[in-house]
């Protein structure tokens, strides 16, 4: 199974997802956690340009052609291997950002953005996806809060507050979209927030067994 978190910044995917990883384990199943951008060796070199802060030059043309460089790499190098041999494969950010912050936040085109992204991923699409909602002004604090303990503060975090707001409303609107989507409020105390998927899942692993 196939399982992707979307989530505005500062929503807790990444500590969600660990939490989650070593739940699956307990219960027999093999994981893989993997994120995006990045996930292989040439994806984090691809990272590493699209989070500098230096690199305020990067036009959004080049910056989702570089998204999908890494995506590319990733899909056949690690999600596709991983799910052939049965694993639950975790996923923290996948195609559904590329719509939501460089479609709703920077204004690119949402179709041309589709066709690149199924070239992209050989038409991969997530199981399950979950968006950990959360208004972007809280999620930004948390993100300040974490700066000051030494996590990154990368390029998208620099971005206007307005820019977030729309990347928000863009996943509100993608969640509509398919049913493969569940929105968790990510506001939540982060116990909270972690039984909730817990619940999702095993319902879900439930049906597909």
Known sequence: MFITFEGPEGSGKTTQIVQLAQWLQQRGHRVVQTREPGGTLIGDQIRTILMDRANTSLV?????????????????????PALAEGAVVLCDRFYDSTLAYQGYGRG????MLREITDFATGGRRPDLTFLL??????????????????????????????????????????????????????????EAVQAALRQLIAKRLDTDS
């Open 133 to 190: 909602d959360l208004d972007p002004e809280l999620g930004l604090r948390r993100r300040q809060a974490g700066r000051s303990m030494g996590e990154e503060w990368n390029r998208l975090d620099a971005q206007t507050l307005a820019f977030h707001q729309r990347v928000r409303q863009g996943y509100l609107e993608l969640a509509q979209q398919e049913s493969r989507w569940r929105v968790v409020d990510g506001t939540e105390p982060s």
């Open 60 to 80: 959004a043309e080049a910056e989702i052609l570089l998204f999908s460089a890494s995506r590319a790499q990733l899909v056949r190098r690690l999600i596709e």
């Open 108 to 111: 690119l085109d949402i179709g």
